[in-house]
């Protein structure tokens, strides 16, 4: 018996329109930026030990975003992500976003709404109470690519509200450009087994 | 016919008359706590309601293949959905006949047969047994049941529903009204194509599973949980569906017979679905593919997000944007949902790529707010003091009840509540006869072929 799902995700790039005409360069544009995130998540799993030099350059943004968001300053935090930044959290580790849905799938402009959601006071599920939430990362391991660094560690959440704490570990791995500023996030990903299984809802999840 | 289970073609009623209690639990405008909070009720729920009428398993889109199959829920029972050779499906239940392993541990896959991990017996994608270990250490085991265990399937317009009842209700009519709503959700689809996909979004709320019944149709909710999401859609300078006054609105809520429902939004929503769209990540640059390529029917656009007709089919089916909520229930407080997003393969390809991003907006902003009110509500509900809820809004008071005793009311009418509880009440009332369906033993190849080398034996 094969195991798995019957029509799973295939790997490699998404192909073109079932036409046979050329897709158009916007389409494309999308396509592109999600085989990109598949490649990049690929790339780091399988990626040989890491650099010192992009892990010395890297983990502290690393931490800071994961600290930043804990203590819901959210300006600082959104402050790290370039204005092209992307957050997927998909459902599955050999999940595509071209092909599979995802819990989350966040532009920029998003991840703004997300930090004003975390305010609001009429966001029940996720402030009242307020949230305690505690990250822990693990080592991070970082090689230098083209426009700046990849970079992955594993990851701890923690969060407590009410009833029982919610708990997951899983591993991000996120992409940051060389900018005046510093590194900055271009995309995190999220791999989180246990939601293959269900989770509570994660409307806090960021 | 027989109630003795040892034999295949038992059929069993089982449990108590509660006649006398539902109706005293179940009145016609309010309903008692209990219904929510007692697991006794609940271990019933499993046997009458996820069993004994039918149940939404599978669509055909997610079977296209021979050997194609996937593991699903009925009540506690797991079920796999397998399409056979012949291109027909059947409902197995995944337990082998032996000593009850379960056979599968996948949610889906790919089979020639299935084969048990503990000692090896084999059955057939039909469910028949096929061979085992040592045939020769039983004693006339070519009359005892050993095919796997069968639901009746029933199929409209690709959705698979199965049951376990002896004498169901025939399906159609079952459906009622809601077959018409069904088959008009395809057919927005291009060519009627439409397609499930195989990996589902899964979250769990501590609370009754009837909860999302009682949220379904609840159309006041939408202003005051999910406020939040509707200040997200004022700030974008969207009249999103959620935010509008559910008191002025000529959106409708309708019954359609056995607890299914629907609340047609569409009235509300003159420029169509996609008007009513947030901004969304991906949207300007698939909004430009389409343009590029001269798409400009309305019809295409609108197919990025839900047809804004909420059809609920009961017990466990809810359509909720490009989704099908699928309700498993796990225990009196705590409930598993699956969100399957549906696919629109004949459309171009700008419109499954953007209704891919669609449905995580709502499951962001929207849904953790009625999860957290479920929760609140069971909380709430432990107070055994307050033995009833009100479910009366809407009945004499703008609620109108057709020839055919559907009744129509607006979003704010709790008359699709007051329907779907009418039907709890008709299943948990008696025992309802359940039968596990079995291939007859004269029919089994292997087993004639055993009793063929019995009887020589014998004869020898």
């Known amino acids: ?206 | 016919m027989t109630d003795d289970t040892t034999r295949p073609d038992a059929i069993v009623a089982r449990g108590p008359d509660l006649s006398d209690r539902v109706r005293r639990l179940v009145r016609h405008d309010v309903v008692h706590r209990s219904l929510y909070t007692d697991p006794t009720l609940f271990d019933l729920e499993m046997l009458r309601v996820f069993g004994g009428t039918w149940v939404y398993l599978a669509h055909d889109s997610e079977l296209p293949a021979p050997g194609d199959f996937v593991r699903r829920q009925m009540g506690r029972r797991q079920i796999l959905i397998v399409r056979t050779e012949d291109g027909g499906l059947r409902g197995l239940l995944n337990r082998c006949t032996h000593r009850g392993t379960t056979l599968v541990g996948e949610e889906g896959g790919c089979a020639k047969r299935f084969v048990c991990p503990y000692h090896g017996w084999s059955f057939g994608l039909d469910g028949r047994i096929q061979n085992m270990p040592v045939p020769d250490s039983y004693d006339r085991l070519y009359e005892r049941p050993f095919d796997l265990g069968q639901v009746a399937l029933a199929t409209r317009a690709g959705f698979v529903f199965g049951t376990l009842a002896a004498d169901p209700m025939p399906f159609d009519r079952w459906l009622g009204a809601a077959g018409d709503w069904l088959d008009a959700h395809v057919a927005r689809y291009p060519g009627g194509r439409m397609r499930v996909q195989h990996r589902a979004l899964t979250q769990e709320y501590g609370a009754n599973w009837k909860l999302s019944w009682d949220n379904t149709a609840d159309g006041i909710h939408a202003t005051f949980a999910h406020a939040s999401y509707n200040h997200l859609g004022k700030e974008a300078d969207t009249d999103t569906v959620l935010a509008r006054n559910p008191a002025d609105t000529p959106m409708v809520s309708k019954t359609l017979g056995h607890g299914h429902c629907v609340v047609d939004q569409r009235p509300g929503i003159p420029d169509g679905p996609w008007s009513t769209m947030r901004p969304l990540p991906t949207r300007e640059a698939l909004e430009d593919g389409l343009r590029a390529q001269g798409v400009t029917d309305p019809a295409v656009w609108d197919l990025m997000t839900g047809d804004m007709v909420n059809l609920s089919i009961f017990p466990n089916l809810i359509f909720v944007g490009n989704q099908m909520m699928v309700v498993e229930p796990l225990a009196v407080n705590r409930t598993r949902l699956r969100f399957f997003l549906t696919h629109a393969p004949a459309a171009p390809e700008e419109v499954d790529l953007m209704r891919l991003r669609v449905d995580e907006d709502f499951l962001s902003f929207g849904t953790p707010d009625d999860f957290e009110m479920f929760e609140r509500v069971q909380d709430g509900l432990a107070v055994e003091e307050e033995e009833w809820i009100d479910i009366s809004r809407g009945d004499g008071a703008g609620d109108t009840v057709g020839a055919d005793g559907l009744v129509t009311g607006t979003v704010a009418s709790e008359a699709p509540m007051r329907a779907y509880l009418a039907e709890w009440k008709r299943l948990m009332a008696q025992p309802i006869p359940t039968t596990i369906r079995r291939a007859r033993i004269e029919d089994s190849r292997f087993m004639q072929t055993i009793r063929r080398r019995e009887m020589a034996k014998k004869g020898a």
């Open chain 1, 1 to 206: 018996m094969t195991a798995g799902p019957v029509s799973g995700p295939v790997s490699g790039p998404v192909s073109g329109p079932a036409t046979g005409a050329p897709r158009p360069a916007a389409t494309q544009a999308v396509i592109d930026r999600y085989d990109g995130l598949r490649s990049m998540v690929d790339r780091a799993l399988a990626a040989p030990v890491g650099d010192t030099e992009a892990a010395a350059r890297t983990a502290p943004v690393l931490e800071a975003e994961a600290r930043l968001v804990d203590a819901r300053a959210y300006g600082p935090w959104l402050d790290l992500f370039t204005a092209d930044a992307c957050l997927w959290i998909p459902l599955h580790p050999d999940d595509h976003p071209a092909r599979d849905q995802a819990l989350t799938f966040d532009d920029r402009r998003r991840l703004g709404e997300r930090a004003w959601h975390m305010h609001d006071r009429q966001a029940w599920a996720v402030t009242r109470p307020r949230p305690l939430t505690l990250r822990q990362l693990g080592p991070v391991a970082a090689w230098p690519e083209a426009e700046g660094w990849l970079a992955t560690c594993a990851l701890g959440l923690t969060h407590v509200r009410r009833g029982p704490p919610v708990t997951l570990a899983g591993r991000q791995v996120v992409a940051l450009r060389d900018t005046p500023a510093g590194p900055r996030i271009t995309a995190k990903v999220l791999l989180l087994p246990e939601l293959t299984l269900g989770t509570p809802h994660l409307g806090w999840i960021m």
